[in-house]
């Protein structure tokens, strides 16, 4: 962004204020409907008396991205995050990035991404497991769906429920033929469609990342933090799990099949190679007695979002970043302070720090551990 552009954008952003721009503000509970059951961790994490699945099983966390629902009744605006300020003010993140782009993103990411974050994260808890599905590729997404992003995916494993064993299923191990393929999902030969896979084992702080085109679906009894590029783009290839069924509308991107399936990876994978390609090992950054930081999430996996792994006893700063950082907290509880705002984090509530900004955290009793997501550098 030249000087001359970047001025411009500051003064439209301090026309559009209404009032000081806070440096950090709380991300409520933000729950979305979805075709499988889950949600009851959800529940208890953002401390409510009764745990219970639903249509709610995901929590879509500083998210610009609007849900799609066909078949279920409309509700305008689902999807999109609210954020507090520390004076309790409400308001659409989608508005706040519009109003103060430059202030939440930083100069170069408010040209490149504008009011939007280049990600979404969310946070999922499996009663079943899901459908089988699979997502396009950036290049097929910008190509045929005119879209700048298709969605890929990665998972931090958080926990698994008692009495489950953690699994997914991720890339084809027995491919078919794209014939076959297609004979299989228009007929619902699902004993045909299970003989494609293996389930793969995973366990809780475990990171895998799920590019475009492969084939996947998370096992029943998961909790995961999902980050992904940022769209509502699937092919789904199972219409009827467990009584809920999927409608004509939301099974192939709102296209003919023979176009929706062109989007699958039918490379052959063992469970071997699998996790050679999609598990993730995470790159240690700082480990000092205060603050461990791994790097979960880079450009080596992704040129849309970057995901650490804190982990803080005592009191610990981060240094100031050309860019926003969004807090998710996996265990213990603290606080954030940044530009005289201050946050509480613990496990179920999360957080949108503005770029530039310098953030002081102070874990309590045992330490915190969370996870920041923020959006790539290489545009």
Not at 247 to 252: L, M, N, S, W
Not at 272 to 286: F, G, Q, T, Y
Request: net charge negative; hydrophobic share 40%.
């Amino acid at each position: 962004m030249s000087v001359k552009n970047l001025a411009s954008r500051e003064r439209l952003d301090a026309a559009l204020a209404f009032r000081p721009v806070d440096r950090l503000y709380a991300l409520p509970p933000n729950r979305v409907r979805r075709n499988y059951r889950g949600g009851a961790l959800l529940d208890m994490l953002a401390g409510a008396e009764v745990f219970r699945d639903g249509d709610q099983p995901e929590d879509w966390i500083a998210s610009t991205v609007e849900a799609r629902n066909p078949g279920l009744p409309p509700r305008p605006g689902e999807g999109i995050s609210q954020v507090i300020a520390p004076d309790g003010t409400a308001e659409s993140l989608v508005e706040l990035l519009a109003a103060h782009s430059v202030h939440f993103m930083g100069g170069l990411l408010a040209e490149s991404l504008g009011p939007r974050l280049g990600f979404l994260a969310k946070l999922l808890d499996s009663a079943m497991r899901l459908h089988v599905q699979a997502h396009p590729t950036a290049a097929f997404a910008q190509e045929h769906l005119g879209s700048r992003w298709g969605k890929l995916e990665a998972y931090v494993i958080l926990g698994v429920r008692p009495g489950h064993v953690g699994y997914i299923r991720l890339g084809f191990q027995r491919p078919p033929t794209p014939a076959e393929w297609r004979r299989i999902v228009l007929e619902q030969d699902i004993a045909a469609m299970d003989t494609c896979f293996d389930n793969i084992p995973v366990t809780p702080g475990e990171v895998w990342v799920v590019p475009g085109g492969l084939p996947h679906a998370i096992g029943e009894g998961l909790l995961v933090l999902e980050i992904m590029e940022p769209t509502d783009l699937v092919v789904r290839c199972e219409f009827e799990r467990e009584g809920i069924v999927v409608p004509p509308d939301a099974r192939f991107m709102g296209r003919d099949p023979d176009f929706a399936l062109q989007v699958f990876d039918f490379t052959a994978l063992t469970p071997d190679a699998v996790k050679r390609r999609c598990r993730i090992s995470p790159v240690v950054e700082c480990n000092s007695p205060a603050l461990c930081t791994e790097r979960l999430i880079g450009p080596e996996q992704t040129e849309c979002f970057e995901v650490r792994r804190h982990r803080i006893r005592g009191t610990a700063t981060l240094p100031p970043l050309d860019a926003p950082r969004v807090f998710c907290p996996v265990t213990g509880h603290g606080r954030l302070r940044a530009g005289g705002a201050e946050l509480t984090l613990r496990p179920g509530t999360h957080g949108l720090a503005a770029a530039a900004s310098a953030i002081e955290i102070e874990a309590a009793g045992g330490g915190l551990e969370w996870i920041e997501c923020r959006p790539g550098y290489s545009r």
